[in-house]
């Protein structure tokens, strides 16, 4: 009888170790699906921001452009506009 009890305990305990294998590749799994989520949320949010500077970078350039015609007016008018007597 002893010797039955042997197999029988190598037995429970093979199985509780494929259970626990089986355990953490579930989890292994879950946490990847989790990571890929994740990863795709955030090349979402980066698409949007990269979409958002470039927008950024259009306005800025029109404003520069307005500054830069605005500058050149303003010559124009100082040349032909003497300033107040009161500078």
């Known amino acids: ?17 494929v259970q626990q294998l089986e355990e953490r590749v579930d989890a292994l799994e879950s946490r990847n699906v989790f990571q890929d ?9 980066l698409a949007a921001h990269q979409h958002e500077i470039s927008e950024l970078k259009h306005q800025i350039q029109l404003v520069a452009n ?3 015609d605005a500058g050149s007016l303003s010559d124009d008018i100082d040349d032909v506009e003497p300033p107040p007597p009161h500078y």
């Open 66 to 68: 307005r500054l830069k």
């Open 37 to 45: 989520d994740v990863i795709e949320q955030l090349s979402e949010e």
């Open 1 to 17: 009888m002893a010797n039955a009890e042997i197999p029988l305990t190598a037995k429970s305990s093979k199985t509780n170790y």
